[in-house]
Structure formats: C-alpha cells, structure tokens
C-alpha cells in the first residue's frame, strides 16, 4: 500500500449517461484528457454523489471504476473510487473489485436509510467494508447533510487507526468548520483531511486541510490551483480573489437550484464534453437555466 499523501485537487467526477439512461463508457477517455490537459487535474474520486454512484448499479459502477482505472493509467495520479451503499454486502463486493482493478484507495459513505446509532456502530460498519480491500488505502466519507449522520469527525477518528489498519483520512464535506478544524488540530499529521465544500476550500486550508475533493475542480480546476497557488506563497489578497470567484457562481447558481443536474450542465458548457441528462429521480438541466448558468460564467469569464 502507498504511504505517498493525498493532497491537492481531487475532481469528484461525472458519470457519462447516454440519452437511454445508458452508461456513456467511451467519453471517460476524453474526460480524463480534458482534465490533465486542460484543468491540470490528475486525482480523482469516482462515483460519488457527484457521479451519482447511489442511482446506479453495482455492475454499471464496476464498469465504471475499470474504465476510470484502465484509461487514466499513465494519465492519472490516483483514482479513488467511493463503494458506499446501503447494503454493507454491495460495498464490500464493491471494494473487493476497486482492489483487484488498482484502484488507489476507496472511499464509504454512511448508510443512511438504517442509520448507524453511534460513533462506533459507524466504525464498526467501516472497517467490515475497509477489510475487503486489505490492501489499499481506504477513506471515509463525511456527508451529514445527505445523509444525516452527523457524529462529530474528531470523535469518530480517535484510535481508528487500531480497529481499520488501511484507514487513510476522509472527504469532509460539511461546512462545520469547528469539527474540522478539530480533525485537522488532533490528527493532519497522521491523515489525509481533504475538503469537501468547493466554496469554502480557502478557509480549509487556512485551518490546515491537506487536500479537497470536489465537483467544480472538473471544469474550475485551474482556478482552484491558482488559489492554492496564492495561498502557498502567502498571497492571501490573490486567493481571496480566486475564492470570490468561486464564491459568486455558487452563490448565483444555489439561488437558481443547483444540483447534480445543473453541475452536470455547467460541466458540459465549459469543457464540450457530451455528459448527458442524469438518472431519474433527479431532471434535466432545463434550457432557460441552462442559459442562466452560460451567462453567469461568461460575466465571470469563465466561459468564452
């Protein structure tokens, strides 16, 4: 198992859909393109709420790990890959294949339809799924706004190591920065902390996260890392700016209801790249948002 850190931008990524609700296999190879080339983005985390891992099924996410992994070697640094499910049986299946296609590490969400009552019934969930793939490195992924398990993460974290040997850290995505920034105080030396909320990913670091996992670094990626960029030479105006930027499509796009299918369509507009509607329950992106979305980018100039 690598001890190499994961840090930096890591792109929650897309899952292409055909417009018979099929997956769309062969646009991977182009989007892995587009995101080395043109983002400068080589880490990724697959099948996540992002690529609506949940609406799919345990084949199709199979397939689309191996594709991920297949298409981005030599291309990609790492591709996570997140088994979450509501079935600890699916995830481990999951895992176990993550594994055996090298995968870099996989992530688990909580089960949130029977919820874990405690910090330690979560561990204990965790680390069944965590010992299917013995051999690389695992993750948890925090989500209490989708799934509503909100235990604090500080908590969770202590001696975790002990029960879940392959535990590496965790995607964060909550905007409680005082757990986080918790997380961070008692355990950046020991774990990968990556941030979850795009729009707040400068205060993160300033709180000392190693990393951020998110959706916008697909078609903002180049913006993000000059932000990084700013805030590791301790340009804290520059990043600021950067920030904003972020800040003020978010905040517009949030206004107009912004989600999987609206992100979807934000990365279609910017990058060209054919992504497709996505899977029932949720919408398509309707036109007048659509341009709604286009002209805020343009105004930005993020968009040509």
């Known amino acids: 198992m690598s001890s190499k850190r994961l840090s930096g931008l890591v792109a929650a990524t897309f899952t292409p859909l055909t417009n018979d609700d099929e997956i769309n296999l062969p646009v991977i190879g182009q989007y892995i393109d587009y995101l080395v ?54 995830s481990q299946q999951m895992a176990e294949h993550a594994a055996k296609c090298n995968a870099s590490g996989i992530a688990v969400i909580s089960p949130f339809f029977f919820k874990p009552q405690s910090t330690d019934a979560l561990v204990e969930y965790l680390k069944e799924v965590a010992s299917a793939a013995p051999g690389i490195p695992f993750y948890y992924y925090h989500l209490p706004e989708l799934t509503g ?24 995505t909550s905007s409680d920065l005082l757990d986080f920034g918790q997380c961070v105080n008692n355990y950046k030396d020991k774990f990968d902390l990556l941030y979850g909320k795009d729009e707040l990913l400068l205060s993160a670091m300033v709180l000392g996260a190693t990393g951020a996992v998110g959706s916008t670094y697909n078609y903002f990626g180049n913006l993000n890392k000059k932000m990084l960029s700013y805030f590791e030479k301790q340009d804290y105006n520059l990043a600021r700016e950067q920030q904003a930027i972020v800040q003020e499509f978010i905040g517009y796009v949030d ?45 930005l100039g993020l968009l040509n």
Not at 51 to 63: C, F, P
Not at 69 to 84: M, P, S
Not at 150 to 171: A, H, W, Y
């Open 37 to 90: 080339k043109v983002q400068g983005i080589r880490n990724i985390f697959v099948n996540g709420t992002t690529g609506e891992g949940m609406s799919l099924s345990v084949e199709e996410r199979k397939l689309v790990a191996e594709e991920w992994i297949n298409k981005g070697k030599g291309k990609l640094d790492r591709v996570i890959i997140h088994v979450g499910s509501l079935s600890i049986k699916e």
């Open 255 to 299: 206004s107009l209801g912004f989600g999987v299918a609206e992100n979807k369509a934000t990365m279609m507009l910017v990058s060209g790249i054919p992504l497709g509607p996505p899977r029932l329950p949720l919408l398509k992106c309707c036109e007048e948002k659509k341009a709604q979305i286009s002209a805020k980018l343009k105004i």
């Open 149 to 172: 398990v909100s235990f604090r993460v500080v908590e969770l974290l202590d001696g975790i190591e002990k029960k879940i040997p392959t535990f590496r850290g965790l995607k964060f």
